[in-house]
């Protein structure tokens, strides 16, 4: 008898452990507390079968009815988290509270009448056995559970009669473990004294559970690593086995193929004539031909994108996913575009397009003039502009991990699109003031005198005024900012002992400090005319010990991560 008790919480143990190999951040939260609190209670008859004494046992019975308590609860609301019911919160609570206060009637066990008015202690056949006679503790604890299965039975008769997003076969599934535990008890009277079917029913409940859990994935679209997209709303997604069962669809593509609401979850998908002309149509052609994996379907005036993949679980392919997308915007404009019914729409579209294209031509045609005066800067602007580029990446990619120092750098807007857009546009104007230096200087191989530098030191400001001019009128003044700052101010150094105005910290735009990162790293790993470049250990070195005193230290982490993809491009561009 005592083996039995004992094999049941191996089993137990055993369930519990398959269920953690296979677990998904998906499953609902209360079947996880199902298998962990089994093995719990199984563990606790199997110490009452071993018990020699009144106290332990008692002990024992307590862990017990933990099953009784909640495991109840546990399973039922784990079905109406299966069957997509949502509960109110005060429901939760109420169901949560009654639990607790047949639990604690329990625990009086031993101390006083409520739930067992007489208790005492035997070993029957080497099994440690209770004798009692129940008290009103004991029928309110069960209608508590009578309760629970009433519940529970009622939410999956409504999943098999109303919801078509839940599998008939889960929900019967579900209808096991709570009816066998709940006759279990009542089981418990007609069998051999020292067997009880508590802790059977218990491992049998866990086995339901595992094959519910196998097919979980399958009938949940979020389960198979798109929650993103599903949630944004306008993207679909439908889902089909290998056997063109359906699956699952979220709400978008039910509004696409609204016939998708008629169809039962796990049921051949064939049966219904547009599904099967439309989309298991396009699945056959897939199956012949993989590259035939993009449709055009048009629904109620829109167009839309079908695209056909294999739907994953993990490693394995588990059947087909249909990803829709509204395309109608693009495709109509291709149209309009083709057959120029709105003749003016495209002719100013391309007439701005011209003008955007024509003005960074100039502003790179400009920058590209100074840069061949420069001897010692060739192909200085389009690696500066590329570092600009890696290190603003480095900083989108952190802004969400970095909140706190992304807020003090850029201020209660954050990292906008549009500023890093500005950044990587205006870096090739950084050097434009370059312009109006007398070619003895920058051309000058060596050293500067300090006359020389004075001259040399006026490009910043001159380069400010160039843009100004250039940009003067212009519709995007953010764009003008920023593109000043950066001529004006990427020599400026943050304790104050830059140029051109000697600013100092904060006082300096990000934008020029961001650039002043790029043009001295540039400056130190690139050849010139008066000097090799340095290795990258050592310009690191000069970087990292510049931080604090030239550049500003907040953006040192950006930098330091980004430095592998700086090397990186530097290699790849040579000498």
Known sequence: MVAYYEILFGLSVLLTLIYIAIWHKHFD??????????????????????SRNLDTALAAVKFSYIGGCFLTLFITQSIFGLCHINLKRWMSAVMTFLCLGSFSLVLSIGNSPIFYKTVSFDIYKGLGKLKKTYGWGHTLTLVVISLFVIISTLALVYSLVKKKDVSNKTSILLMFPMSFSFLSYFLGKILPDGVDAMPLSYVFAQVIYLIIVHRLSLYDVTDLGVDTLVNKGDTGFMSFDFEDNYLGANEMAKRVFPMLNDINVDSYAGRHIQIKNTALK???????????????????????????????????????????????????????????????????????????????????????????????????IRRTSDVVRILIDQMKKDADSDKKNILMLFGRDGLTEEFCKNVIQAAPMHDLGKIAVDDAVLRKPGKFTDEEYEKMKAHAAEGARIVDSILEGTDNESFHKVARNVAHYHHERWDGSGYPEGLKGEEIPIEARIMAIADVYDALVSKRVYKDKFSFADADRIMMESMGRHFDKRLERYYVEAKSKLEEYYRNMGD
């Open 29 to 50: 939260v209360h079947i996880s507390l199902i298998f962990a609190f089994i093995p719990i209670v199984n563990l606790a008859y199997a110490i009452l079968a071993h």
């Open 282 to 380: 396009w699945l056959e052609d897939f199956k012949r031909d993989e590259s035939s994996n993009r449709v055009y379907y048009e629904a109620d005036d829109r167009i839309y994108l079908i695209t056909i993949s294999y739907l994953y679980d993990g490693k394995h392919t588990v059947g087909y996913q249909f990803l829709i997308t509204d395309d109608t915007d693009s495709r109509k404009y291709m149209k309009l575009l083709s057959n120029y019914n709105d003749q003016l729409s495209a002719e100013v579209s391309e007439k701005t397009e011209h003008i955007v294209q024509m003005h960074n031509r100039l502003i790179l045609g400009m920058a590209t003039m100074v840069e061949s005066r420069d001897n010692s800067t060739g192909g200085h």
